[in-house]
T-cell receptor, first 113, second 113 residues
Framework: GENVEQHPSTLSVQEGDSAVIKCTYSDSASNYFPWYKQELGKRPQLIIDIRSNVGEKKDQRIAVTLNKTAKHFSLHITETQPEDSAVYFCAAPISGNTGKLIFGQGTTLQVKP | DTEVTQTPKHLVMGMTNKKSLKCEQHMGHRAMYWYKQKAKKPPELMFVYSYEKLSINESVPSRFSPECPNSSLLNLHLHALQPEDSALYLC????????????FGSGTRLTVV
């Protein structure tokens, strides 16, 4: 079955620095890769996603890159701010055209003022 | 305000109780999901309703049973739960099929005593 590995599990950066979180997936047929942000005690929220027909997508300070050959994708946050502190989850489709997602183990990002 | 509404927000139940969690969405999505999330862990898929067809994660015990009265509602019936079932239960919806992000509800924090 599909497997998603996410690294690092924790990440601490100074305000203004960049943060990068990486995920690898196992199913080469996967073609959709979302990223979710979950603040403490709140629900996961979709922050950016990418489909396999593009290699990079950007939305203000957030970008996602995809390397289909290597089967990995990464979240890049630039000019980090304290409000970026949260747990970030990557996800990939479970095999089959079902819309089901499997989530990575999560990365706890701490942005120090 | 979230577009996926879950009730109740908190629930404490005994191991002999029967209770139900409710989820409603008004976005016209044709797929709805139940996920279970333990502290500091990623969401784990329990059930999917897509185009009125139920898909089950086979590792989910039978003391959890979903019900989909219509395409906007998804309930989760709970019976004879165990303390280890205590978790955050998240409902989500999406356009059906592959390649669409989820909108999560705020979740129900369940404690089994």
């Amino acid at each position: 079955g599909e497997n998603v590995e996410q690294h690092p599990s924790t990440l601490s950066v100074q305000e203004g620095d960049s943060a990068v979180i990486k995920c690898t997936y196992s199913d080469s047929a996967s073609n959709y890769f979302p990223w979710y942000k979950q603040e403490l005690g709140k629900r996961p929220q979709l922050i950016i996603d990418i489909r396999s027909n593009v290699g990079e997508k950007k939305d203000q300070r957030i970008a996602v890159t995809l390397n289909k050959t290597a089967k990995h994708f990464s979240l890049h946050i630039t000019e980090t701010q304290p409000e970026d502190s949260a747990v970030y989850f990557c996800a990939a489709p479970i095999s089959g055209n079902t819309g089901k997602l499997i989530f990575g183990q999560g990365t706890t990002l701490q942005v120090k003022p | 305000d979230t577009e996926v509404t879950q009730t109740p927000k908190h629930l404490v139940m005994g191991m002999t109780n029967k209770k139900s969690l409710k989820c409603e969405q008004h976005m016209g999505h044709r797929a709805m999901y139940w996920y279970k999330q333990k502290a500091k862990k990623p969401p784990e898929l329990m059930f999917v309703y897509s185009y009125e067809k139920l898909s089950i994660n086979e590792s989910v015990p039978s003391r959890f049973s979903p019900e989909c009265p219509n395409s906007s509602l998804l309930n989760l019936h709970l019976h004879a739960l165990q303390p280890e079932d205590s978790a955050l239960y998240l409902c989500a919806s999406s356009q059906a099929g592959l390649g669409y992000g989820y909108t999560f509800g705020s979740g129900t924090r369940l404690t089994v005593v």
